[in-house]
C-alpha cells in the first residue's frame, strides 16, 4: 500500500518561507514520479512541482521559479519543496503526489498539509 505523508505546513507572514516534506512508503521511490499540488480556498487543484522517476528532472513552472525549488532524497524516501519569499496567494492545502511507471495519472495522494501566509 503505497503511503504518503506529507508536514511542514503553516503559518507565515508574506515574505517568508516554509519547506514541506512528503515521507513515502510502500514504493520504490525512484520508480515513481512524484510532485507537489496545491488547492487554494474556492478554486480547484493545481501542480506546483514534480520529479521524474527515471533520471530525477525537476519540473516547476516559471511563475514559481526563483521561488520554490523541489528535490527528493532516494534513500530517505522523502520529497521536498522549499518554498521562499512566500505570498498570500500561495495560501493552500499542499499535497503530494506519486505516479507509478505503468500510470499516466496521478493515482496516490498524501492527506495534504495546509500553508497559510499572512499580509
Known amino acids: 500500500e503505497v503511503q504518503l505523508q506529507a508536514s511542514g505546513g503553516g503559518l507565515v507572514q508574506a515574505g517568508g518561507s516554509l519547506s514541506l516534506s512528503c515521507e513515502a512508503s510502500g514504493i520504490t521511490f525512484d520508480d515513481y514520479a512524484i510532485g507537489w499540488f496545491r488547492q487554494a480556498p474556492g478554486k480547484g487543484r493545481e501542480g506546483v512541482s514534480c520529479?521524474?522517476?527515471?533520471?530525477?528532472?525537476?519540473y516547476l513552472p516559471d511563475s514559481l521559479k526563483g521561488r520554490f525549488a523541489i528535490s527528493r532524497d532516494v534513500a530517505k524516501r522523502t520529497l521536498s519543496l522549499q518554498m521562499n519569499s512566500l505570498q498570500i496567494e500561495d495560501t493552500a492545502i499542499y499535497y503530494c503526489?506519486?505516479?507509478?511507471?505503468?500510470?499516466?495519472?496521478?493515482?496516490?495522494w498524501g492527506q495534504g498539509t495546509q500553508v497559510t501566509v499572512s499580509s
Open positions: 520529479i521524474s522517476r527515471s533520471d530525477g528532472t525537476t
Open positions: 503526489a506519486a505516479r507509478a511507471p505503468d500510470s499516466w495519472s496521478w493515482d496516490d
